[in-house]
């Protein structure tokens, strides 16, 4: 999963407690700074999930996931999955997102599925809110 909420997710590494009460550390990680969904880079989720059943099988309490993929890989995939930009908030959206949002308007309103556009409206309704708040100052020329 690259998107979320019609945008690129970003990457960051951090760690993972698993049910059993292991913790991996130096997961990557895909985040979305619109909506706050979080979920383990896609690239190394077959990593992550072998890693922590062998650590919760074999009682290892502690452990780094640079103990078993290589450090360029997980660098790969954080350069893949950049951090924005931006110094004027924690959330921002971008044209690209209110496009996909508006393409998705369009196609529930070719379905004349009322309850889709209205979760859609909703969504919109919150870019706009983050979207306000990013304007950036005017300069003064």
């Given at each position: 999963m690259d998107?979320?909420?019609?945008?690129?997710?970003?990457?960051?590494?951090?760690p993972?407690?698993?049910?059993?009460?292991?913790?991996?550390?130096?997961?990557p990680?895909?985040?979305?700074?619109?909506?706050?969904?979080?979920v383990v880079?896609?690239?190394?989720?077959?990593?992550?999930?072998?890693f922590?059943?062998?650590c919760?099988?074999d009682?290892v309490k502690?452990?780094s996931?640079?103990?078993?993929?290589?450090?360029?890989?997980?660098?790969?995939i954080?350069y893949?999955y950049?951090?924005?930009v931006?110094?004027?908030?924690d959330?921002?959206?971008?044209a690209e997102?209110?496009?996909?949002?508006?393409?998705?308007?369009n196609?529930a309103s070719?379905?004349?599925?009322q309850?889709?556009k209205?979760e859609i409206k909703?969504?919109?309704?919150a870019?706009?809110k983050?979207?306000?708040?990013q304007?950036?100052?005017?300069s003064q020329h």
């Amino acid at each position: 999963m690259d998107f979320c909420c019609g945008t690129s997710m970003i990457g960051r590494l951090a760690p993972l407690h698993t049910e059993a009460g292991a913790l991996i550390t130096d997961v990557p990680f895909l985040f979305c700074h619109t909506c706050g969904q979080t979920v383990v880079a896609p690239d190394v989720l077959l990593d992550v999930t072998m890693f922590t059943h062998y650590c919760e099988t074999d009682g290892v309490k502690s452990a780094s996931l640079y103990d078993v993929v290589d450090k360029e890989r997980i660098q790969g995939i954080l350069y893949a999955y950049p951090e924005p930009v931006t110094d004027y908030t924690d959330f921002y959206v971008d044209a690209e997102q209110l496009d996909h949002m508006l393409d998705l308007w369009n196609f529930a309103s070719s379905l004349d599925d009322q309850q889709w556009k209205s979760e859609i409206k909703e969504v919109l309704l919150a870019l706009h809110k983050v979207r306000s708040r990013q304007r950036l100052p005017q300069s003064q020329h």
